[in-house]
């Protein structure tokens, strides 16, 4: 059974900081892997998707790493606003069948302080 | 929140009730899915539904009772839920399955 953890489970920085996230897997046999970001209260939104034979992806101020063989991922966010306070959740798909269950981490609660 | 929707927000409900959380999809997808969010807990995977086909029941309780009328739509029943029922429930849509999820904002649910 697929485990997905994520370290640590609350972050607070000062603004401008850069940050990592980290998340980890139990099962190297993944079809791909997302990171999330939720609001208070509101759905998810995808920010970054890397697939099984990417090593990594970019979006603006985000970069996500995917180390397979290892069981792992960073999202590293470079100079970070206020505005980046949410709870960023990572999440992997296995190969295999079942190529669309999403297994979910708890998330990282980030605060991001003016 | 254009993409998916969901109504209602949310819902309070009594465990006799019956009540249907409503999810509609503007993106031209092809499968959509329900998921669970408890306090402290990581998302749950409850059902799956490829070209309105059900795909996946994750071992959900009977209380619950999807259907997919069409691509665009998915709906989840409700009757007889119990408090630990409570929770965020949200819906989301892919192109395809495997692909990037798009959730909606979910419908916060209450039952007393």
Same mark, same amino acid.
């Given at each position: 059974?697929?485990? #997905? ?25 993944? @079809? $791909? ?11 998810? !939104? ?52 079942? $190529? ?12 991001? $302080?003016? | 929140? !254009?993409?998916? !929707? ?9 465990? !006799? ?6 999810? &509609? ?9 329900? @998921? ?12 799956? @539904?490829?070209?309105? &086909?059900? #795909?996946? $029941? ?55």
């Amino acid at each position: 059974k697929q485990e #997905v953890t994520q370290i640590p489970a609350a972050l607070s920085v000062p603004e401008g900081e850069n940050l990592v996230l980290n998340c980890s897997f139990t099962d190297s046999a993944i @079809y $791909n892997l997302q990171w999330f970001r939720q609001d208070p209260g509101k759905g998810l !939104t995808s920010l970054l998707l890397i697939q099984s034979s990417q090593r990594e992806q970019t979006s603006g101020r985000l970069n996500a790493s995917l180390d397979k063989s290892s069981g792992r991922s960073t999202l590293y966010i470079a100079a970070s606003q206020p505005g980046d306070s949410a709870t960023y959740l990572c999440a992997v798909i296995l190969s295999g069948g079942s $190529n669309y269950k999403l297994t979910f981490g708890k998330g990282t609660l980030l605060t991001v $302080n003016p | 929140e !254009t993409g998916v !929707t969901q109504t209602p927000r949310h819902l309070v409900m009594g465990m !006799t009730n019956k009540k249907s959380l409503k999810c &509609e999809q503007h993106l031209g997808h092809n499968a959509m899915y329900w @998921y669970k969010q408890s306090a402290k807990k990581p998302l749950e995977l409850m059902f799956v @539904y490829s070209l309105e &086909e059900r #795909v996946e $029941n994750n071992s959900v309780p009977s209380r619950f009772s999807p259907e997919c009328p069409n691509s665009s739509h998915l709906f989840l029943h409700l009757h007889t839920l119990q408090p630990e029922d409570s929770a965020l429930y949200l819906c989301a849509s892919s192109q395809r399955v495997s692909e990037t999820q798009y959730f909606g904002p979910g419908t916060r649910l209450l039952v007393l």
